[in-house]
């Protein structure tokens, strides 16, 4: 059984890797100079030529793109191909602001395909294995992405995009699904529907789950990997870069591979734009080497996190990617302490508590005010007023412990909170809402 899917890239030695890379790269800056004239103007007001960039690193010397770019060249702005060249659009979640829209040519679908390949292999996947979809379909990469790279695997693909839980189930019972993917938070929820429909793990026959685009902790994973009686995979990417897939976990689930054959990465201070070293956390900048119609170079993804190098016990040498914290705008500053919500769902998660929370911050006489409301499992559930109020004390003092500051924690209901189908919403700062 194969156990990569194309092993000359995903266990090249990091020489290789390195002049591979200053190929493509070189290549890719040609072709950005000439043909996007956004960019172009960019470099040329950097004081760098095309011929400055001999090899990766000289990277450094590029100017960075930022989604404030891809606003400003929206829509046909960063577009290095002609459009009868691309047969596919897709766009950002958008959940702030405007969304941004990416174009493909049909090899840039091929390769992004081959990424997603390189996923549903790791996690075991082949054409013995039942791949059920329940990413959305459409404009977000997830659906269409996994969808591809489930068909080049030779898996027997379940398009069933997301939503209708009961329905989700029966298909995974009724056909024999072995591999799920979706949103992290939406594999909890169908964990939870199972449960609710009276069916334990050993009534499905799924063995491996991929799960990304939204941040989710260590514990998620567990309480996951629980309900479902899988082994969880993580998945990475973004729609400006291509979509799920420009990073993808292994057996050892320690991080993610990037396909730095496609894409390099780089860690940055968010704040100065300086290159850190390996091991350093900061914002996450992506380098597309392969892609012909939207090629971003140098592109600011917020996302926060670590790159290392350590040898992976899988056999692959991509260099690896920790779980992103979060973006550099999920952060919130509350009463002048950094908080990321990946934070609260760890001592959420390990107090006993479900994955259904709600965080709300507003800002009341002057002062930053955090409520977190979170469901009571059913075993949980009390009507003595007491009882709660203890627990709520309880929880409080924990978040309190990891945050450093005082939260007013209220104990909902179980089924109360409404569930995520896609990428789940779990922060309302009205604090933003009055500037
Ligand atoms: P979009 O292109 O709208 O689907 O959003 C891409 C963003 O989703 C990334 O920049 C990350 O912030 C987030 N994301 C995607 N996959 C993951 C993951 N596995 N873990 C954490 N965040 C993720
Ligand atoms: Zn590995």
């Not at 050993?202 to 941040?215: H, N, R, S, T, V």
Request: charged share 25%; hydrophobic share 35%; glycine share 8%.
């Amino acid at each position: 059984m194969a156990k990569y899917w194309q092993e000359d890239m995903e266990t090249m030695s990091p020489e290789d890797m390195k002049k591979l890379q200053s190929e493509r790269l070189v290549k890719q800056v040609h072709h950005v100079y000439e043909n996007v004239p956004y960019y172009r103007d960019l470099m040329d007001k950097k004081g760098v030529k095309p011929e400055d960039i001999r090899s990766v690193d000289d990277l450094h010397k590029l100017p960075f793109l930022s989604k404030a770019d891809l606003r400003e060249a929206y829509p046909f702005g960063l577009l290095a191909k002609p459009l009868s060249d691309c047969v596919r659009i897709h766009s950002t979640s958008g959940t702030t602001g405007k969304r941004v829209v990416a174009f493909y040519t049909q090899h840039d679908v091929d390769l992004w395909e081959d990424c997603c390949a390189r996923a549903i292999t790791a996690a075991g996947g082949n054409e013995d294995d039942v791949c059920q979809i329940a990413y959305g379909y459409g404009l977000f990469t997830g659906g269409m992405g996994l969808h591809g790279g489930s068909h080049k695997a030779g898996c027997l693909t379940l398009p069933m995009s997301s939503g209708n839980t009961e329905r989700q189930i029966q298909f995974m019972r009724d056909l024999g699904a072995t591999i799920l993917c979706c949103t992290p938070s939406y594999a909890a929820y169908i964990g939870e529907t199972l449960h609710d429909m009276g069916l334990t793990p050993d009534d499905i026959k799924l063995k491996a789950g991929i799960f990304g685009a939204e941040p989710w902790t260590e514990e998620m994973r567990r309480s996951i990997e629980k309900s479902l009686g899988i082994k969880a995979y993580d998945i990475f990417g973004l729609t400006e870069i291509s979509g799920p897939g420009v990073a993808f976990e292994c057996e050892e689930q320690s991080g993610m591979h990037i396909n730095e054959d496609h894409f390099i990465p780089e860690i940055i201070d968010p704040e100065t734009g300086e290159v850190l070293p390996e091991g350093s956390v900061g914002e996450l900048v992506f380098t597309s080497i392969t892609k012909e119609a939207f090629p971003l170079l140098r592109y600011r993804t917020r996302d926060l996190c670590v790159l290392s190098r350590k040898k992976c016990s899988c056999g692959r040498t991509l260099i690896k990617m920790a779980k992103p914290m979060g973006r550099s705008d999920d952060m919130m500053i509350i009463r002048g302490v950094n908080v990321f919500p990946s934070q609260i769902e760890t001592v959420l998660i390990e107090q006993g508590y479900s994955p259904n929370y709600l965080i709300e911050v507003d800002r009341k006489n002057n002062t930053d005010t955090l409520d977190i409301s979170v469901e009571m499992n059913p075993d949980q559930f009390s009507d003595k007023m007491k009882d709660v109020q203890d627990k709520e004390k309880a929880l409080a003092g924990a978040i309190k412990t990891m945050l450093g500051i005082n939260p007013k924690v209220h104990l909902v209901s179980p089924k109360s909170i409404a569930r995520s189908e896609g990428k789940a919403v779990r922060v309302i700062d009205r604090r933003k809402l009055h500037d």
